[in-house]
């Protein structure tokens, strides 16, 4: 089979495509046909960081992390799919785990769902990190309940658009901080109200849209300073989530407000083993709204296609894209 293996760490993305052998399904693995993947920013820190990140997978690395396609055998003691069936997840692309970028992939059952019917099969690749990185967030994380109040930092992003969709449907007043007018045109038709976070400080944006109460629950995709923001925008006793907390922070404001701080780091069943099974949970609750219209995936209009994935990486540092960017791998 066909598979692209970066050859050396660092700001130049040196893919090289290769033939590698088909690979067999071990104890409760499916082999996959892959047909679509995404590229994610936690992709592009593999590729540039390499060794600095412990997860990181040895050299020459099979990366990709998302994954649709369609199953083509079935190991020992594997019971969730059959051949035939239309899945998708997150199977690899850390160390120990090969990545999505080939024409065949093995995984663990427990890291699948049964890809949306309602959606192209190739552009499903896109959607589970984001959405199951967003689920943990508000529903495992922070419990969000209707008729809360949600912010959302950066609410046009990756993990941020699937953020604003979940917390509409879960019935919460959805905010989310936005950086230009097309981002917030993006927010508004996915039923969230946009703040223009250039335009407004902090404490204005809490003033006009809670009174200076604060929001129940702020998710923090960015980091940095954006995490201390979300301390000061959460209500005396709220919660904050984020993915980004590899950083320093005055917890004084947190512990001021007594605030409860929760982190996502939804690579970490791959990594461990432990607590696979809630992914692919999570996953089959994002088909069935997929394919109720309550979920999208924004895709960006530029598509690539697995062995073009340096230019993919490319475009995504040079921060152009709108939304995911999507990978095509096979039919």
Same mark, same amino acid.
């Given at each position: 089979m066909k598979a692209m293996l970066l050859t050396e760490y660092g700001g130049e993305y040196p893919f090289a495509e290769r033939d590698v052998p088909v690979p067999e399904p071990g104890p409760g693995e499916v082999l996959v046909r892959v047909a679509g993947s995404s590229l994610n920013p936690i992709d592009n820190k593999i590729?540039?960081?390499?060794?600095?990140?412990?997860?990181?997978?040895?050299?020459?690395?099979l990366?990709?992390?998302?994954?649709?396609?369609?199953?083509?055998?079935?190991?020992?003691?594997?019971?969730?799919?059959?051949?035939?069936?239309?899945?998708?997840?997150?199977?690899?692309?850390v160390r120990g785990l090969p990545g999505t970028l080939a024409e065949y992939v093995t995984a663990d059952e427990r890291l699948l769902?049964?890809?949306?019917?309602?959606?192209?099969?190739?552009?499903?690749?896109?959607?589970?990190?984001?959405? /199951?990185?967003?689920? @943990?967030?508000?529903?495992?994380?922070?419990? @969000?309940?209707?008729?809360?109040?949600?912010?959302?930092?950066?609410?046009?992003?990756?993990?941020?658009?699937?953020?604003?969709?979940?917390?509409?449907h879960a019935g919460a007043e959805v905010f989310a901080t936005v950086s230009s007018p097309d981002k917030a045109a993006v927010v508004e038709a996915l039923g969230g109200?946009?703040?223009?976070?250039?335009?407004?400080?902090?404490?204005?944006?809490?003033?006009?849209? /809670?009174?200076?109460?604060?929001?129940?629950?702020?998710?923090d995709t960015v980091g940095g300073k954006v995490l201390d923001n979300s301390f000061r925008a959460a209500r005396t006793g709220g919660r904050v989530v984020s993915t980004n907390t590899r950083s320093t922070h005055d917890l004084?404001?947190?512990?001021?407000?007594?605030?409860?701080?929760?982190?996502?780091?939804?690579?970490l069943p791959l990594v461990t083993g432990q607590g696979r099974e809630r992914l692919g949970e999570i996953l089959?609750?994002?088909?069935?709204?997929?394919?109720?219209?309550?979920?999208?995936?924004?895709?960006?209009?530029?598509?690539?296609?697995?062995?073009?994935?340096?230019s993919a990486h490319r475009y995504w540092a040079s921060g152009q894209a709108m939304g995911k960017i999507g990978v095509a791998v096979g039919a």
């Open positions: 590729a540039t960081l390499g060794a600095a990140l412990a997860f990181a997978p040895e050299l020459p690395a990366l990709g992390m998302d994954m649709s396609g369609t199953v083509e055998a079935v190991g020992p003691g594997a019971t969730r799919f059959k051949v035939g069936d239309r899945v998708f997840g997150c199977p690899g692309g769902g049964r890809a949306p019917e309602n959606m192209d099969l190739a552009d499903a690749g896109a959607v589970p990190l984001v959405a /199951t990185t967003a689920w @943990l967030a508000l529903f495992d994380k922070s419990g @969000l309940k209707p008729g809360e109040r949600l912010l959302v930092q950066g609410g046009a992003g990756g993990v941020g658009h699937m953020a604003v969709q979940l917390g509409v109200t946009p703040i223009d976070y250039k335009a407004v400080t902090v404490d204005e944006y809490v003033d006009e849209y /809670t009174g200076g109460e604060g929001f129940d629950a702020v998710f004084g404001p947190l512990h001021a407000k007594s605030l409860s701080l929760h982190v996502v780091f939804m690579l089959e609750n994002v088909a069935g709204l997929v394919d109720a219209d309550e979920l999208a995936v924004l895709l960006d209009e530029r598509r690539f296609d697995f062995r073009d994935i340096a």
